[in-house]
């Protein structure tokens, strides 16, 4: 059964559970008896960055359902990346020839 809001103006809001069929009639407040106003609330309202909506949006859906890669993907990989050596002024990342192999070296 669902809960709706309601405001009375001498002690504030509270909470009614009744059924939809009865959603419209009015309610008296529980404190005092008298008729209480019906509150209005935007269900799933969000107060965040439509880039952030989407990134959470994103997240939610790969937890579920993860896009996999295959030959039929229609998007590319890595279009549009810049180099390494262009971001950090330096090399690229090379595995050491010394006697340390696993060391990588900023060159």
Known sequence: MPRYDFDCPAHGTFE???PIARSGAKCACPRCGADATRLFASPMTRKMAPSQITAHDRNEKSAH????????????HGAGRVPLSETTGRGVPTASRGPRPWVIEHG
Not at 65 to 76: D, E, T
């Open 16 to 18: 009614v559970q009744r």
């Open 65 to 76: 359902a993860p896009h996999v890669c295959g030959s039929g993907c229609s998007h590319k």
